[in-house]
């Protein structure tokens, strides 16, 4: 539960992964203490045994900076009783793929993300203005990628932790 007096509230959220069959993956994810949720991601057909039968783990990823900065227009509006209605948000995010696995310099990198915020709204522009702001620097998933931050990784091979 949020602390609006002391402006703090920690959230963990996890996801674990496995393989069904090929490219198809099944991950249950969810915030530490709330329903887990299962996901299921295939490749496509540009990919040898991709079926397309889902979204690929990229899509959910940009869905998912779309759907929490949405999150936030709303969660905004909503407390400060603002009048809003056909609020989108799009995101669309540029990667390179380059290198080979067989002589082992494949790498992919992102290259841009677009966020584009669509909102009307009969509200004052600076406080739809305000608003913008606010869901930007709210979102969980645009600070992650707007900004570095540090990655820990751990690594197990036959139960045992190694290094690499």
């Given at each position: 539960?949020?602390?609006?007096?002391?402006?703090t509230?920690?959230?963990?959220?996890?996801?674990e992964?496995?393989?069904?069959?090929?490219?198809?993956?099944?991950?249950?994810?969810?915030?530490?203490?709330?329903?887990q949720?299962?996901?299921?991601?295939d490749?496509?057909p540009?990919m040898?045994g991709?079926?397309?039968?889902a979204p690929?783990p990229?899509?959910?990823?940009?869905?998912?900076?779309?759907?929490?900065?949405?999150?936030q227009?709303?969660?905004?509006?909503?407390?400060?009783?603002?009048?809003?209605?056909?609020?989108?948000?799009?995101?669309?995010a540029?990667?390179?793929?380059?290198?080979s696995?067989?002589?082992g310099d494949?790498?992919?990198?992102?290259?841009?993300?677009?966020?584009?915020?669509?909102?009307?709204?009969?509200?004052?522009?600076?406080?739809m203005?305000?608003?913008?702001?606010?869901?930007?620097?709210?979102?969980?998933?645009?600070?992650?990628?707007?900004r570095?931050?540090?990655?820990?990784?751990?690594?197990?091979?036959?139960?045992?932790?190694?290094?690499?």
């Amino acid at each position: 539960m949020a602390n609006e007096e002391h402006g703090t509230r920690h959230i963990e959220v996890s996801a674990e992964a496995s393989t069904i069959e090929g490219w198809k993956k099944l991950a249950r994810a969810g915030q530490k203490d709330t329903d887990q949720f299962t996901i299921v991601a295939d490749e496509g057909p540009y990919m040898p045994g991709g079926e397309g039968t889902a979204p690929t783990p990229l899509t959910y990823f940009v869905a998912g900076m779309a759907l929490c900065v949405l999150s936030q227009v709303s969660n905004i509006a909503m407390r400060k009783k603002l009048n809003i209605r056909n609020e989108r948000v799009r995101v669309t995010a540029k990667y390179i793929e380059s290198g080979s696995i067989l002589k082992g310099d494949k790498q992919g990198e992102a290259t841009g993300y677009e966020v584009e915020m669509l909102i009307d709204s009969d509200e004052p522009r600076e406080v739809m203005v305000d608003l913008m702001r606010m869901a930007h620097r709210m979102c969980f998933a645009e600070d992650s990628i707007g900004r570095a931050i540090q990655l820990e990784y751990k690594h197990q091979l036959n139960g045992e932790e190694i290094e690499i």
